[in-house]
């Protein structure tokens, strides 16, 4: 696609529920990052992926949060049991990792805008 | 802990206004630093990345400037329109494709 995309755009589900967020990057981009963002902040980093492998999980705020990209294009975040303060915007990024001239510029999708109530 | 914070929160201004948004960051070993345009319900648009080896890149009516010592960056716009309101964000990264830091923004109107 020409842009990376996320879905669903916007999801209300009721505290306890699992919720599953899906991004899928530009195509043949190697690094893909999820951030979560609240309303008046910056975006926050909570993880990110080189390929298939997740390189770095420090920012999932607990185990209820966890992610893959099983073949290194598509990657899910799922959230068990949420609970309100799960609700917030989660951002998708990728970037494209270039050996020569690595700009690892990150091309942001619209986001999912979670509501836990 | 690498922090980034924006100055102003937010700025109102004139149209036709030249305007400078400020970023700062604390840790002056980054790798790259990007500006992001950020619509109300749409996503982060890159406007420009600058590599820790440049000290400035233009896009436009855009100029963002880079001193890596002092962990500042400014975003330059030139001739203000009510199209530029948006919130501007600022993010560093610390090397090659590792995730970025963001600021909280700073929130721009351009009054017609």
């Known amino acids: 696609g020409a842009g990376v995309s996320q879905s669903p755009r916007y999801k209300v589900t009721k505290r306890g529920q699992d919720v599953a967020l899906r991004c899928d990057p530009i195509s043949g981009h190697v690094s893909l990052y999820w951030y979560r963002q609240a309303l008046g902040q910056g975006p926050e980093f909570l993880t990110y992926f080189n390929y298939e492998a997740q390189q770095d999980k420090s920012g999932l705020p607990n185990d209820r949060f966890s992610a893959e990209r099983p073949e290194g294009s598509i990657s899910t975040l799922t959230i068990q049991r949420t609970e309100q303060r799960d609700s917030a915007m989660y951002r998708c990024?990728?970037?494209?990792?270039?050996?020569?001239?690595?700009?690892?510029?990150?091309?942001f999708g619209p986001g999912t805008r979670l509501t836990v109530l | 802990k690498q922090e980034v914070t924006q100055i102003p929160a937010a700025l109102s201004v004139p149209e036709g206004e030249n305007l400078v948004l400020n970023c700062s960051f604390t840790?002056?070993?980054?790798?790259?630093l990007q500006w992001f345009r950020q619509d109300p319900g749409k996503g982060l648009t890159s406007l420009l990345l600058?590599?820790?080896?440049?000290r400035e890149q233009t896009s436009g009516r855009l100029n963002a400037s880079l001193d890596k010592s002092s962990g500042r960056s400014t975003l330059y716009i030139a001739a203000s329109q009510p199209g530029d309101s948006a919130t501007y964000l600022c993010a560093v990264g610390g090397s090659g494709n590792t995730p970025l830091v963001f600021g909280k923004g700073t929130r721009l109107s351009v009054i017609a």
């Open positions: 840790d002056s070993a980054i790798y790259n």
């Open positions: 600058i590599q820790s080896s440049q």
């Open positions: 990024a990728s970037s494209l990792e270039a050996g020569d001239s690595p700009k690892y510029e990150q091309f």
